[in-house]
């Protein structure tokens, strides 16, 4: 761990804060008995005593981390680094359920924004000019149920950085459902969406979440990546993400959250967009 020193740049507040607000505005709630309370906070507990022992954790580095979770609250990177570090085995541990065989879930993340603008099956996404100058990406498929059936009136919501890596809603200056949409698929469950390619997406580094990173070397990339959230009654929801083939950082997410099952590999038509098809299984709802 090194020093930290009070960075002050207005973007990782900017995004870390709308991050937190959006969060602290869902309603939180846990059925957890003290039992199980008291089980899971003695194993963390004794994980924390282990590692201290085992690293001889000096005074100076308690104060810093002790400093550092004071500035991860103070700019309201919460939600960043827990999404970043934590989520991917939270979501390991809930979605893969042995017997599932639908589409594999990946993390939700922070900037997940619910009743996007409904779109029909067939559509682009909301995008100003300046997305239109990336490659266009033609993403295409049938959302169906185990065994391949189509599932008509399934909601696809789609969301994903600009071509710089910024989310609307979290970043100054984009309109507000920009590159956000909740498709509706027809009658045989299919969708097809002009979006963009996106880039990969760096975590703000101006902040303690990259305070963190650069303490031990690490680097404060995602790859490419759009986020999906799939639904239709009776089914089993699905959060998930796609990536690409070949994709910088595609193999060495910050946030560990790529599956091989989920990364596409689309080619390009006549006209230099790049197309793919992928299809979303649900299981039945337990
Ligand atoms: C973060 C951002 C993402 O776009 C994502 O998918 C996961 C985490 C983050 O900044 O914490
Ligand atoms: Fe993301």
């Known amino acids: 761990m090194t020093d930290q020193t009070v960075h002050e740049d207005p973007s990782a507040h900017a995004s870390g804060n709308a991050a937190t607000d959006k969060f602290k505005g869902e309603s939180v709630k846990a059925d957890t008995t003290p039992e199980r309370a008291r089980a899971i906070y003695q194993d963390v507990f004794k994980a924390i005593g282990e590692i201290t022992h085992k690293h001889q954790i000096t005074y100076d580095e308690y104060r810093v981390l002790k400093n550092w979770m004071i500035q991860v609250g103070e700019y309201g990177e919460w939600p960043l680094w827990l999404d970043v570090f934590?989520?991917?085995?939270?979501?390991?541990?809930?979605?893969?359920?042995?017997?599932?065989?639908?589409?594999?879930g990946s993390i939700e993340g922070p900037y997940y924004v619910e009743d996007a603008p409904k779109l029909p099956w067939k559509c682009e996404m909301p995008m100003r000019d300046k997305d239109k100058?990336?490659?266009?990406?033609?993403?295409?498929?049938?959302v169906t149920d185990v065994d391949g059936n189509g599932l008509s009136g399934a909601t696809v919501e789609l969301w994903h950085a600009d071509e710089e890596g910024y989310y609307s809603q979290f970043a100054p200056g984009i309109p507000e459902w920009n590159l956000r949409g909740t498709i509706v698929t027809n009658e045989n469950g299919e969708y097809e969406i002009k979006t963009l390619q996106p880039a990969p997406y760096q975590i703000p580094t101006d902040g303690p979440t990259g305070w963190f990173i650069l303490s031990h070397?690490?680097?404060?990339?995602?790859?490419?990546?759009?986020?999906?959230?799939?639904?239709?009654?009776?089914?089993r929801e699905i959060t998930t993400q796609l990536y690409f083939e070949g994709g910088e950082w595609t193999e060495n997410d910050v946030a560990t959250?790529?599956?091989?099952?989920?990364?596409?590999?689309?080619?390009?038509?006549?006209?230099?967009q790049n197309v793919v098809e992928y299809g979303f299984k649900l299981d039945k709802e337990d």
């Open 86 to 104: 934590v989520e991917h085995e939270i979501e390991k541990v809930n979605y893969d359920r042995k017997g599932y065989t639908g589409t594999k």
């Open 133 to 142: 100058a990336a490659t266009p990406l033609i993403f295409k498929g049938q």
């Open 217 to 235: 070397d690490g680097h404060p990339w995602r790859p490419a990546h759009l986020h999906l959230r799939v639904k239709h009654p009776g089914y």
């Open 257 to 272: 959250a790529v599956k091989p099952e989920l990364v596409l590999d689309p080619k390009k038509n006549d006209e230099g």
